[in-house]
């Protein structure tokens, strides 16, 4: 039928067998014409309801778009020009064949849906559509034929058709163009992202992102060079579509687990019992994984709602998930084409009658095959990435909204620690599971394949390679496990004392990882020989089962080629279960953590029309649902514009009522209902990293007036004064840099700066000294303050403030014992009068006068003087810039007039601050900015590395790598020659001797490969373990010998991060990538050396492909080693910023602020998800470069074979091409640990930086201090100066004064005068800049740091106790026996607590000791420094957090426990230290006064007015 409609011939089979072979005419004008067309029509309708459906406004028209629309409107003419020539031709006498009207008629159709179609694109953001590009691109490739076709007529001379030929030709030319046009990528307004505008063949080979390489090559990219997120993987969209999925699945999970507890109830008690123990003895595995902690509660780990995760992320993610499988599956059905093709040009290079474009044709599709697999496998690649990257960032955005949420009950599970490793660890788990999980049925589907392509080469001998690979399957899978078992447990604790423990920690670890190590060498020793085993197994078997089996090249190289097919999947599937495994331990976790109850409000009611402010009835709350409650019974109706007071010993349940209040706790029964919105200030501060200024707005816009207003009523103005860069002055983490009075100020201006109802105040004046407890209360809380009007609840432990309040609550064991006002409470006599009674006696105000004289002109004078507690001996730092001037006056009348210039002077520098480019001041940028390295390392850091392995073991390892190169050319060389036996004998007459020398050498020469592989990798695991020995003994003694300051403007979060983030890379990643590096690199420059010997020729194509390679690689390496650090740059804020929200949970709560914090972080973690997007498509970019490089060379050296045909055989044929088939995976693996190990390398650069942090004094030098030194305790400063960076100006200015053995010397002054830094200029924590300190004739600059701190003895201010036992914290070298340490304990008062604890001594302080009250952690302190008993005491008075019968209590016992001892006090309130032998009062970092007490009262000096401001007339008055 055709024949007739073309009137020629259709097909016959004879065109082909010539050696100029050809198509037919009509077959090239009738299916190759129609293949294109056909998929154009049949598509057209969807693209174009897709294109209505998803249309944006329309953008403008641009040239590239006029160009195709004008190049598309020539064709149109061109054939209504062809369809007119016929038409005329037909009114001739010849008859024109029906094909030549109805191919013009269908193009005439197609050009105007063409012209439609592209004009449709301007709605869309990408102009280009994949599907035209696929019509163009099957066009070109099937007009070839009918081009070639014609062209071969004309040049025989043939010129019927000369006007046709011509029509085509010209069409032909346009839809080059037109192809080469839609290759261009449209630039679109809307959006910056190249990504989003790509034509299909740019986005296929990821060209749109050459911009970004060539950038990062120029100069380091910077996060503003990285393009945003497209909106739909953006963390909002991701976590809105994952919440919808949640919720159903949830749902049933939850069901299931209520069924599983009734069947379980129905179940009796017998079976619990056993339960118990089936749980704990879960898997090994798990165990590794889980915390000690939670094995303690491994019975409750059951109730849980399980097996959702998985199916939830499906249901989100499930388009991506078809599209890499359809990707996925059509590179591993091709990838099995290549065997096929070697032997079909192995069989053509063999065969000397075959028609030479035969082998052109094999080449050709070579390339074409390769070039297809790599662009699919490439983009499979970039889909499962992406797709791991969304799973991350969903899991940690779903977490961080989830800890919002989360109830106390389920979060006392969970550190902060825990918790942030969720959010890390786990959720990077699920991404790397995510990313491989196609191979699961991938790995399946290529090992049947091999091996049924396998048996159809070598039949049944096949089974014998196949079962040596299966035997070392299991092998590898139990080597797996058992080093899974070996993992690391990395420690975090790190305590200058516990040097030694942290040594044998990392003595026992660095043996896990040799163990480690050697497994795995012999994991990859198995690997690497399986292939050279397997092929010498299978053809030994093959040639000896039957004697007429000859081993041929065609079989022996195409079953090689298949064989290296099958060694990925192999070696993968035991990889892909582990990480399963590991994954599936982290989604039981998530689960949980996901899956948790969320804070029950219920109780708590908001009611807007509501004649009480709060009221609670019937209140009982408790903490944990298995314990009694804590508030019990609490019936309470506060009025709006109330200032009600709690008060009630340590202990009573004060914080308890509040944290029931916000809805922090349990409801037991009854309810609390609230009017209007509440502001909170915690009794411990929680500090945001940031300005000072962001700490008080909390997100609130800037008032001026107001603000100034609250800065001034919380006294935080002289603050400012001294901060460098005042209320832009940088916080450090947890407000490291503030003394516990300025965080608690900036707490309370926080919840005064917000305009709320209530205010609940939790003890806010306890770290603040009296007249700045005073000013606080007058301006800011009392009857006259910045919230009259307002409802207050006040838990206080300051007795005086208690007069001017409307109502007082006392709360004894979590009720309410008694209520009422002031003069109602005393009138009563009952418990309240008796505690003011036992305070009276201790704070000795005369009456109540003095607080109730609100004289004006005293409240104005009101400096806030004695220095406030600093946060603890550490952080001394903000003083330390107190020397950035300081001019006080010194009469109260004049700093009336003072304090209003000051308020002036402080809004003109704001302005002017503004007005300038805002400079820095000096120290006022405290954390420093992580340093990123920029550019390459440097070649010093690589040595630094190779001297730490050792250099010798260097040159071993390199020698053992080169020969098992040099063996495995020689290995090919011999399997190329065994082939070649086929053709001198044949079957029947080879020699056994021959066959078995054959046999033996290629297996002797597979085991040299393998032996010497096994060598390298030993070696190499002695000297990486040494290497990483070595840099982490470094890292450790110089961290624990930085001096103080290092800390102060280094979070700690990076210098954990030193210690397991980089130290974890040099001790797994880079030896790795090393190693894999070496191979890879020795592999290559075999196969080269193999290719190049058969065809010398090749060396020519070699040198520009090597150029080619080579600047790629350079583009590459420069812009990913950038975005790696960009990555982890980014990272670490999500993490520091997740912790603080959840160490300030209930603040955020409390303050509605949920929305604000959770945005932040969604921005965060785009932030970081665009740069690892970026890295991402690097990498892809870079590997279809390399792929194209890689089929190039397999192309070439194809094209080769045909072009040497006569002079080379099909064996060295084979043997050129199944290496050069190889080449392409190691090339893309050469640059890959390039790479790695440049990434990787930045971790010795960044241990590097940290080793070369500038020490303190040696702790112990030459001159040794007398024994039994000090002995009297005297004390003699010689016009000692200090400072704190050299950078900031002297903060004592010159002190000197003897103290005598056994004197109480009492130190006060105003803030900032300095009285801190005399603790630590007795601890040496500062260098002198000038004078000296002498202890009993010893100079203290002249012996070592521990000979001197060890004789001292400090009460800090803040208590610090470290995670470990009671005993522990007391007592850390074990110097002392358990009795001494219970006499410590009774006389701190501590030991009924103690005694009454379950493990007693043993007792579990959990971080930073949160389960200990303050007051009780404050007792630890001093029991510590009652088992130290040396001559010299420095206090640095801390009572604040106590109860007036505690400190009653503590001053005592010191003035027992430690009389024979030189005490110096650094007081806040002065009856502490009324009872001195000597105080010296400090100004501006000189002494102004230093005498006896009474002397001091005398004389109207600063003293004698700091007296009279706290209500002190003589020394009599304080009586203690």
């Known amino acids: 039928m055709l024949e007739k409609f073309c009137n020629s011939t259709f097909w016959n089979s004879s065109f082909l067998d010539s050696p100029e072979a050809d198509l037919p005419l009509c077959f090239e004008q009738t299916v190759l014409v129609w293949i294109p067309l056909g998929f154009l029509w049949l598509l057209a309708p969807w693209q174009l309801l897709h294109v209505y459906r998803t249309k944006i406004n329309r953008s403008s028209i641009t040239k590239l778009y006029l160009a195709k629309q004008v190049l598309v409107g020539f064709l149109l003419i061109l054939t209504a020009i062809e369809l007119v020539l016929v038409l005329t031709e037909d009114s001739g006498q010849a008859t024109v064949p029906a094909i030549r009207y109805t191919n013009p008629s269908l193009y005439l159709g197609t050009w105007l849906l063409v012209l439609l179609f592209q004009h449709s694109r301007l709605w869309c953001v990408q102009k280009d559509s994949w599907f035209l590009s696929l019509f163009w691109i099957l066009s070109v490739l099937c007009g070839v034929f009918q081009f070639q076709t014609l062209i071969r007529t004309l040049l025989k001379g043939n010129n019927s058709n000369l006007a046709y030929s011509c029509l085509f030709f010209i069409c032909y030319a346009l839809n080059v163009l037109i192809l080469i046009l839609s290759a261009f990528s449209e630039k679109d307004d809307s959006s910056n992202n190249p990504s989003f505008t790509a034509s299909f063949l740019s986005s296929i080979t990821f060209s749109w992102y050459n911009s970004i390489v060539l950038k990062g090559y120029k100069q380091p990219l910077t996060l503003e060079d990285v393009w945003d997120l497209d909106e739909k993987i953006k963390t909002k969209t991701l976590v809105s579509k994952f919440e919808k999925c949640m919720a159903g699945e949830l749902q049933k999970a939850r069901k299931a687990v209520q069924r599983r507890q009734r069947g379980r109830a129905q179940g009796n008690s017998r079976d619990r019992l056993h339960g118990l123990n089936k749980n704990q003895s879960q898997s090994q595995d798990i165990l590794v994984l889980e915390d000690v902690k939670k094995k303690e509660k491994s019975g409750t780990t059951e109730n849980f709602p399980k097996a959702w995760l998985v199916k939830t992320l499906f249901k989100t993610f499930y388009v991506l998930l ?61 889909l499962c990435f992406m797709l791991g ?82 035997l070392l399957i299991p092998i590898n899978g139990i080597l797996a496990t058992k080093s899974r078992a070996v993992q690391i447990l990395k420690y975090f604790a790190w305590e200058p004392s516990f040097k030694k423990q942290v040594h044998e920690l990392r003595k026992k670890e660095l043996k896990n990882l040799l163990t480690l190590g050697q497994m795995q060498t012999i994991m990859t020793f198995l690997l690497y020989i399986s292939p050279v085993l397997v092929s010498v197994v299978t053809f030994s078997v093959y040639i000896l089962v039957n004697s007429n089996n000859v081993l041929d090249a065609e079989k022996a190289f195409t079953s090689i080629t298949l064989f290296n097919i099958l060694r990925f999947p192999l070696s993968m599937f035991p990889m892909v279960i582990t990480s399963m495994l590991q994954a599936s331990v982290s989604t039981e976790r998530l689960e949980k953590y996901l899956g948790g109850d969320e804070l029950d409000t219920s109780a708590i009611r908001h009611e807007y029309n509501f004649e009480k402010a709060v009221q609670f009835s019937e209140a009982s709350f408790t903490w944990d649902r298995d314990l009694e409650a804590t508030i019990r019974d609490v019936n309470l109706d506060i009025m709006p514009g109330q200032l009600v007071a709690v008060v009630g010993t340590v202990g009573s349940g004060k914080s308890s009522l509040v944290s029931a209040m916000l809805g922090e706790m349990e409801n037991v029964h009854g309810h609390i209902t609230i009017k209007g919105t509440i502001a909170y200030v915690p009794q411990q501060s929680w500090i945001q990293n940031g300005t000072l200024k962001d700490n008080i707005l909390f997100g609130s816009e800037l008032d001026e007036k107001k603000y100034q207003q609250v800065l001034e009523a919380c006294a935080l103005l002289p603050d400012l004064e001294v901060l460098p860069g005042g209320d832009l002055a940088e916080i450090g983490e947890k407000g490291i840099n503030l003394s516990g009075g300025q965080k608690q100020r900036i707490s309370l201006a926080r919840a005064t700066y917000q305009n709320s109802d209530i205010y ?81 006696k201790q704070t000795g105000l005369e009456g109540e006068a003095t607080v109730n004289e609100d004289s004006e002109e005293d409240d104005c004078g009101l400096m806030p003087s004695v220095e406030e507690i600093p946060e603890e001996v550490a952080s001394l730092t903000m003083r330390r810039e107190n020397s950035l001037h300081r001019t006080l006056s010194h009469s109260s009348r004049s700093s009336s007039r003072h304090r209003k210039s000051l308020k002036k002077s402080l809004k003109t520098r704001n302005v002017n601050t503004l007005k300038e480019e805002e400079e820095l001041v000096k120290g006022q940028k405290l954390i420093k900015k992580e340093f990123i390295h920029t550019g390459k390392v440097k070649l010093s850091i690589y040595l630094k590395y190779l001297r730490a392995m050792g250099l010798c073991l260097i040159f071993f390892i390199i020698l053992a790598y080169v020969i098992n190169a040099v063996a495995y050319i020689g290995s090919n060389l011999w399997l190329s020659a065994w082939t070649n036996d086929s053709k001198t004998y044949n079957g029947t007459n080879y020699p056994a001797s021959q066959r078995d020398l054959r046999a033996g050498v290629y297996g002797a020469l597979g085991l040299v490969q393998g032996v010497f592989v096994l060598l390298g990798n030993l070696c190499s695991i002695r000297a990486s373990t040494h290497a990483s020995n070595i840099l982490h003994k470094q890292l450790l003694t110089n961290i624990l010998r930085a001096p103080m300051s290092f800390f102060d403007t280094t979070p700690t979060g990076r210098i954990v991060n030193r210690f397991a983030g980089d130290i974890s890379t040099v001790d797994d990643t880079l030896p790795l990538s090393l190693r894999s590096w070496i191979l890879c690199f020795l592999g290559i420059i075999s196969t080269l050396v193999m290719i190049c010997t058969a065809t010398p020729i090749f060396i020519i194509v070699i040198i520009p492909l090597g150029i080619i390679y080579t600047f790629v690689q350079m583009f590459y390496v420069a812009t990913s080693r950038q975005l790696k650090r960009l990555d982890s740059v980014t990272r670490s804020p999500i993490y520091s910023h997740f912790s603080e929200t959840v160490s300030g949970l209930s603040v955020i709560r409390a303050f509605e602020h949920q929305q604000r914090f959770l945005k932040h972080n969604e921005v965060g973690i785009d932030t970081n998800q665009k740069c690892v997007f970026s890295w991402i498509v690097s990498n892809r970019w870079l590997a279809v470069r390399l792929e194209l490089i890689g089929n190039l060379i397999v192309f070439l050296a194809s094209t080769m074979m045909v072009i040497y045909r006569d002079t080379l055989s099909g064996d060295t044929a084979g043997f050129v091409l199944s290496n050069a088939l190889n080449i392409t995976q190691t090339l893309n693996w050469l640059v890959r ?116 701190r060890e004789k001292l003895t400090i009460i800090p201010q803040d208590p610090i106790l470290f995670s470990g036992s009671l005993r522990m914290n007391l007592d ?45 952690r404050q007792l630890l302190c001093l029991a510590r420094a009652l088992l130290r008993k040396s001559k010299i005491l420095i206090m640095d008075e801390a009572t604040a957090a106590v109860d007036i019968e505690t400190d009653h209590l503590i001053q005592t016992t010191i003035q027992k426990e430690f009389s024979h001892c030189t005490t110096i006090t650094i007081a806040h309130r002065l009856h502490t230290i009324m009872d001195s032998d000597k105080i010296m009062v400090l100004d501006n970092g000189k002494i102004v006064e230093y005498g006896t007490p009474n002397e001091l009262l005398k004389n109207s000096g600063p003293f004698c007015l700091m007296a009279k401001e706290a209500g002190i007339e003589n020394v009599n008055s304080t009586s203690l």
Request: charged share 20%.
């Open 1233 to 1348: 640990m390039t790479s790695e190990v440049e990434t990787n390398i930045v971790a010795v650069e960044r241990i590097n930086e940290y080793i070369k942090v500038e020490n303190e004094a040696p702790w112990v030098t030459d001159k040794r201090p007398p024994p039994g030194w000090p002995s009297k305790g005297e004390i003699q400063f010689n016009n000692y100066q200090l400072r704190y960076r050299p950078e900031l100006d002297l903060i004592l200015k010159g002190i000197t004064c003897d103290i005598k053995s056994m004197e109480k010397v009492g130190v006060v002054g105003r803030t900032g005068a300095g009285k801190s830094s005399l603790t630590n200029a007795l601890f040496r924590i500062l260098e002198a800049a000038g004078g000296q300190i002498i202890i009993d004739g010893v100079d203290i600059a002249s012996i070592g740091l521990h000979d001197l």
């Open 760 to 840: 609940v105040l939790d003890d806010p004046l306890s770290a603040v000294d009296a007249h700045v407890g005073k000013h606080i209360f007058n301006k800011v809380l009392g009857p006259n303050g910045l919230l009259k009007g307002k409802t207050r609840l006040l838990i206080t432990h300051s007795i005086h403030f208690l007069p001017q309040v409307d109502e007082i609550v006392v709360l004894g064991n979590g009720t309410i014992l008694e209520k009422g006002s002031y003069s109602t409470l005393l009138a009563k006599k009952g418990l309240f009068a008796k505690i003011l009674k036992t305070s009276k």
């Open 322 to 382: 078809l599209k890499s499988f359809l990707l996925k599956l059509m590179h591993d059905l091709l990838m099995f084409l290549n065997p096929q093709l070697l032997k079909l040009l192995i069989s053509f290079a063999n065969n000397r009658d075959a028609y030479v474009w035969v082998g052109y044709l094999y080449s050709v599709l070579f390339f074409v095959v390769a070039l297809i697999q790599s662009l699919c496998l490439q983009n499979y690649f970039q």
């Open 389 to 470: 990257t969304s799973v991350r960032a969903t899991i940690m955005a779903s977490v961080y909204k989830k800890a919002l949420t989360l109830s106390n009950q389920s979060r006392k599970q969970y550190t902060i620690g825990e918790t942030v490793n969720l959010m890390s660890v786990d959720a990077q788990k699920l991404m790397d599971v995510t990313s491989f999980i196609h191979l699961l049925w991938s790995n399946i589907l290529q090992i049947t394949l091999c091996i049924s392509f396998l048996w159809a080469e070598l039949g049944p001998s096949v089974l014998a390679g196949v079962g040596v690979m299966v």
């Open 1372 to 1416: 850390p070298f074990n110097n002392h026996s358990d009795e001494e340490i219970w006499k410590a304990l009774e006389l701190a008062h501590l030991k009924s607590f103690v005694a009454g604890l379950q493990l007693g001594l043993s007792h579990k302080v959990t971080e930073a000791g949160d389960n200990l009250s303050i007051g009780q």
